[in-house]
């Protein structure tokens, strides 16, 4: 990789991930969404006895392992980190409680975003690819041509939360074959009405519903997430950032179903719900003013923290 971790991808909310991995200073974290390794790097310098196994779909996030012999990074998707953690730590087959904290920073990478070629970016051409790593068969031109229109506009409507979604994906049918992502965002442009054109790029939400959808990221979150609550040793936390509502709304959902116990009547003799309470919610966190002035991707990020309470 001839860029540096930071010019790769600049870390969101960094010191706040630290300062609530603490607890992991001595232990193992999982940076689950590896990318530049930005936050692992944070994680190293804060604290010389940490271990991390990094992870990542893309084989260009993976380039970046620094030479360190504290980390290990693997090529892969974090829907399997019970067993790649069993692969890299020897734990039990299911991996469950044997590590200190979990990180996923959501989405894609600046790196992933400026490389034309992949083509996640509408403001630059290059093929309507948007698949982070080899394992997903289907690329977003695939979705683009070949969806029929009911499809198409629905997957818009849910994943981007688009409003026109009927309209583009009209215009997106009567104009292929599409196969650059800069015409992809120009028909789109040209089928919303012009007052929408007025609050950011038209084409954002679609481009985010195609990327959503061609990745299958939403469920990747729900699998992983409760993959990772599952290796978290009591005590161990997680931090998850998310960039967008569709995102969040599934972190806070987990995090609030764990943080419920028994909701049996008090005057109920024995448990009959068998609800545990397994975490206990740390709260949320927004990057700061000078945070999103120095890097406007972080505009809007959430991590929410929880931690894993003795069952
Ligand atoms: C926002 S970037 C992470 C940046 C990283 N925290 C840093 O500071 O450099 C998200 C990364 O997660 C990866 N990713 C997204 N979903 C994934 C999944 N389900 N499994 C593994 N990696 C994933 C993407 O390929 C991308 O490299």
Do not use: W
Request: with cysteine; hydrophobic share 40%.
């Amino acid at each position: 990789m001839d860029q540096t971790m930071d010019s790769y991808h600049e870390p969101v909310l960094a010191t706040e991930c630290v300062r609530m991995l603490a607890p992991a200073a001595s232990g193992v974290v999982v940076d689950g969404t590896f990318g530049g390794g930005g936050h692992t790097r944070r994680l190293l310098d804060a604290y010389p006895e940490i271990r991390i196994v990094g992870i990542d779909r893309d084989p260009d996030a993976v380039a970046n392992t620094p030479d360190d012999p504290r980390v290990r990074v693997v090529l892969g998707n974090f829907t399997d980190i019970e067993r790649i953690v069993h692969d890299e730590l020897g734990s039990p087959p299911d991996g469950s409680g044997t590590v200190d904290g979990v990180l996923l920073d959501l989405g894609i990478s600046s790196h992933q975003v400026d490389a034309a070629s992949r083509g996640f970016s509408y403001h630059r051409s290059g093929p309507i690819d948007m698949r982070m790593g080899m394992d997903v068969s289907e690329s977003a031109g695939d979705i683009v041509n070949e969806y029929d229109r009911d499809d198409l506009r629905d997957l818009i409507r849910r994943f981007g939360e688009e409003r026109f979604a009927g309209r583009i994906a009209d215009a997106i049918v009567a104009a292929r074959p599409l196969s650059d992502t800069t015409a992809l965002a120009s028909v789109i442009a040209n089928a919303v009405p012009a007052a929408a054109r007025r609050s950011g790029h038209p084409a954002r939400k679609t481009f985010q519903a195609l990327r959503i959808a061609t990745n299958a990221e939403l469920d990747a979150l729900s699998a992983g997430l409760e993959s990772a609550i599952q290796i978290l040793r009591p005590g161990g936390r997680i931090c998850v950032i998310s960039y967008h509502s569709l995102e969040d709304r599934i972190v806070k959902r987990r995090i609030a179903a764990g943080t419920t116990g028994c909701v049996c009547p008090p005057e109920l003799p024995v448990c009959g719900c068998d609800q545990i309470q397994e975490l206990e919610d740390l709260g949320r966190f927004r990057p700061s003013v000078e945070e999103i002035a120095r890097n406007p991707r972080a505009r809007s990020a959430i991590m929410r923290v929880a931690e894993k309470v003795p069952a």
